[in-house]
């Protein structure tokens, strides 16, 4: 009886270690693709956003929020539905200058990430 706890325990062990490493690890929200891009020149107008991450976000704690030139800050309201790993939404007109995109996600690993991307809006 105790030779066979004792090989039932090592197979336990062994089975932790082997797929120990097969399981992904957690981390921060990383951005994989953004627009618009850092500095990128874009119409005036109505702006489409989409920030696609390297792992699922909670969209509904999640923010996205449009800086004008004035320093005025307006919310863009995030799309709900699409893929688990983007966040979307289309700003109001906006009108020629230099922005900044203020993002702010919540990743499945319960980390707040956020970062600025700054455009410029022209003609």
Known sequence: M???????AAIAVLVGLVSGPALPALAHAVI?????????????????????????????????????????????PIDQAGEPNVVAGTTADLTPGAYVLRWQVL?????????DIPFTVGN
């Open 2 to 8: 105790r030779e066979y706890i004792g090989n039932l």
């Open 32 to 76: 994989v693709s953004a627009n618009p891009t850092a500095d990128q020149h874009v119409a005036a107008g109505k702006v489409a956003v989409r920030i696609e991450f390297n792992t699922r976000i909670d969209k509904e704690r999640s923010r996205l929020q449009v800086m004008a030139p004035t320093g005025d800050k307006t919310d863009v």
């Open 107 to 115: 990743a499945i690993d319960g980390h707040i990430t956020r970062g």
